[in-house]
């Protein structure tokens, strides 16, 4: 029998991660995941059984910068659990506050059409579609593995989603047409700004989810615009996660398709991260 609070040491001594609160964090994240071991059992120091393999397996995979929401195939969002893999990139809080800034702004009772592009884990849809329960709301992905991450997690969400999967910038949005809501958090790293990133995410993340030309940094958000100016209705509101280097270019570029009350928000760390635009 092992002893929890003496165990989360152990954990922490056989992690080779610098940053001490992640080190602590994700040792606990070990207990809960294959104990079930909470905060208050590891503060009464309870009494468990281990599983030695199993925590080396995790632990050689943390030491090679794996991210731990891939090893346990799971990550928190806007307090709901969602399975990711491989294919889908590991929900941002910064994405989180996004989907917050278009709860506050519409109510439950509302029958409005939203459509998301880049599904990922549909992390966006999904919370979407359980927040503001009488949208009809649609999303999607070029990628078929995330795709089929999603479904299973609209699935085990109770979200009702209708998942396309298209190539946005070769898609002209036929199967809709008036829309309330366009929300997107596209690819908008830069192959210049890959030597700035973390490894756990250049070795991990899928590739599609992250990166745009270098020489055209926008396109994701030149194309969506421009479909949004066409299907959004008078009224209708589009939203954006961005790079924050970019700020100024995405409202110049909201303003030549004509957009109105364009508003950037800065993330919870001051970058600018998104921006919003009505078209009048
Ligand atoms: C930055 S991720 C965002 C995922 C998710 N919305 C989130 O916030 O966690 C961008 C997503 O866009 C998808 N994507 C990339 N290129 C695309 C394209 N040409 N058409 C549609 N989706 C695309 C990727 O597969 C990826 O799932």
């Known amino acids: ?19 001490e609160n992640e080190k602590k964090q994700i040792a606990f994240m070990i207990l809960d995941h294959l104990y079930q071991l909470d905060r208050n059992a590891i503060l009464l120091e309870k009494q468990f059984e281990n599983n030695p393999e199993k925590e080396k397996k995790i632990i050689e995979r943390l030491n090679k910068n794996e991210p731990v929401q891939y090893i346990f195939g799971e990550s928190h969002f806007y307090g709901h659990m969602f399975k990711v893999d491989a294919n889908v ?31 990922g884990s549909g992390c966006i849809p999904i919370t979407l579609k359980l927040e503001l329960p009488q949208a009809e709301v649609s999303s999607i992905d070029i990628s078929k593995g995330a795709l089929k991450i999603a479904s299973e997690n609209a699935d ?8 396309l999967n298209q190539d946005i910038l070769n898609y002209g949005l036929d199967d809709f047409s008036e829309l309330d809501i366009i929300v997107s958090n596209p690819p908008y790293v830069t192959n210049d700004e890959k030597k700035l990133m973390a490894n756990n995410v250049l070795d991990f993340e899928p590739e599609l989810a992250l990166f745009v030309p270098d020489q055209n940094p926008l396109i994701f958000y030149k194309r969506i615009t421009e479909l949004a100016a066409a299907k959004l209705k008078t009224g209708g509101w589009l939203y954006f996660e961005i790079n924050e280097q970019y700020g100024k270019d995405m409202e110049a570029l909201l303003a030549d398709f004509g957009f109105k009350n364009i508003f950037i928000i800065e993330d919870m760390q001051g970058k600018q991260r998104h921006i919003e635009g009505q078209k009048i």
């Open 89 to 119: 990139l590991i929900p941002r809080p910064e994405t989180e506050e996004l989907v917050y800034k278009i709860i506050q702004r519409h109510n439950r009772q509302e029958s409005i059409n939203i459509l998301d592009i880049g599904t």
């Open 156 to 163: 085990k969400l109770s979200a009702k989603i209708n998942f």
């Open 1 to 19: 029998m092992k002893n929890a609070k003496l165990h989360l040491k152990y954990l922490e001594s056989e992690l080779h991660i610098e940053d």
